[in-house]
């Protein structure tokens, strides 16, 4: 196999596996409370439903009628308590209101505070996820070392990829960057 085509293959294994690190630190900074009802908000709470650990989102309908409200309507009239339980057990500070058919989730408006201490919260939130790309960049060099080493690729073909292997962790990170300021701001507006 050619060299350009080994060295291809380590860096899309890496690009795929980078994409997917800023799809999951999407999501979790979709579920970073801002002040705003968001379906997102609660959608991936873990559930203990019938013993399994369950995503919202598999067990009832999430809607968000106005700015400050959510409404969740379980499927399985036995899903109330448990899915109320785990809203109040979490770290979202939220205070379920059930009344039998739906459960109701009233956001506050979020002090100067608690701003500050999301605002913290998106920042490791966006370092775990340049944690996460600096793995995969390592694991990717690792990769192309060994190549080196048994001798499937050039020397001048492995600073090739690692070079483009640290452009492209680059862009990744800005992109992490690029969305934790994003979400520091919808934190901070008031």
């Known amino acids: 196999m050619p060299d350009d085509d080994l060295t291809a293959l380590a860096l899309d294994e890496a690009r795929t ?3 997917k690190t800023i799809a999951s630190h999407q999501r979790d900074l979709d579920s ?3 002040g705003r009802a968001q379906p997102s908000l609660v959608e991936a709470l873990a559930i203990n439903y019938y013993g ?3 995503p919202l989102r598999q067990l009832a309908t999430i809607t968000a009628p106005d700015a400050r409200l959510l409404v969740i309507q379980p499927w399985d009239k036995n899903a109330f308590d448990p899915i109320s339980r785990s809203i109040q057990q979490s770290d979202l500070g939220l205070n379920p ?3 039998g058919v739906v459960i109701r989730l009233v956001i506050p408006e979020l002090t100067e505070e608690r701003r500050r201490q999301l605002v913290r919260q998106v920042g490791q939130k966006n370092e775990a ?3 996460a790309l600096r793995n995969i960049r390592r694991d990717a060099q690792e990769e192309l070392r060994r190549m080196l080493k048994d001798k499937d690729i050039s020397q ?3 600073r090739r990829a690692h070079d483009e292997l640290d452009k492209l962790t ?3 990170q800005e992109r992490i960057d690029q969305d934790g300021a994003v979400k520091e701001r919808e934190l901070l507006e008031v």
Do not use: I, L, N
Request: proline share 5%; aromatic share 4%.
């Open 17 to 19: 596996r980078m994409g």
């Open 32 to 34: 970073v409370r801002t």
């Open 52 to 54: 399994s650990p369950t």
């Open 97 to 99: 209101q059930s009344d």
């Open 129 to 131: 996820a340049r944690v």
């Open 156 to 158: 001048d073909e492995e």
């Open 170 to 172: 680059h862009g990744f």
